[in-house]
T-cell receptor, first 111, second 112 residues
């Protein structure tokens, strides 16, 4: 079946790196996404990775994909207080229109 | 550039009343359109999906319906709201089925 799991909460100090983890169950995943949600707002697409890639870097963001373990991570370098938000991992299975979302990881950045 | 608008941002409705939430997309044509619901502290659940005018696919049985009267307009409706319809409703669009989905700012719906 389709399932995406994330840890609920992560707290880091400003300036440190944050690593948010996600596991998925469907080996037919084609794209994996990271979205950011600030309080009371919609979801902002941060980055995404195609399943034939192992890594993608975009400024402070690094996505690592381990297909064997079905594990996805988002690393935020030099985390700032403005990075405090809920981060959602999502997978697209095959060429489906449907995204399967995790429950989100709340990131708290302490000054 | 493309933009997506949802309104209203917040809505408080009594049980049994009707509902109409509207979503419009600008800067693109023939987008795929989606309605999601986010329950408190949870991920997103896809409610409806549309690939074109008048074409609606429903993902889960429920008290809600969707319509697409124009190319870039997507409406979420109900004839009689239930308490369980409370939540945060998000509209999204994508250029094609295999392209990333982009979300609006959402509507927070509270049912009393």
């Amino acid at each position: 079946g389709e399932d995406v799991e994330q840890s609920l909460f992560l707290s880091v100090r400003e300036g440190d790196s944050s690593v948010i983890n996600c596991t998925y169950t469907d080996s037919s995943s084609t794209y994996l996404y990271w979205y950011k949600q600030e309080p009371g707002a919609g979801l902002q697409l941060l980055t995404y990775i195609f399943s034939n890639m192992d890594m993608k870097q975009d400024q402070r963001l690094t996505v690592l994909l381990n297909k064997k373990d079905k594990h996805l991570s988002l690393r935020i370098a030099d985390t700032q207080t403005g990075d405090s938000a809920i981060y959602f991992c999502a997978e697209r299975v095959d060429s489906s229109y449907k995204l399967i979302f995790g429950s989100g990881t709340r990131l708290l950045v302490r000054p | 550039s493309q933009t997506i608008h949802q309104w209203p941002a917040t809505l408080v409705q009594p049980v049994g009343s009707p509902l109409s939430l509207e979503c419009t997309v600008e800067g693109t044509s023939n987008p795929n359109l989606y309605w999601y619901r986010q329950a408190a502290g949870r991920g997103l659940q896809l409610l409806f999906y549309s690939v074109g005018i008048g074409q609606i696919s429903s993902e889960v049985p429920q008290n809600l319906s969707a319509s697409r009267p124009q190319d870039r307009q997507f409406i979420l409706s109900s004839k009689k709201l239930l308490l369980s319809d409370s939540g945060f409703y998000l509209c999204a669009w994508s250029a094609r089925t295999d392209q990333p989905q982009h979300f609006g700012d959402g509507t927070r719906l509270s049912i009393l």
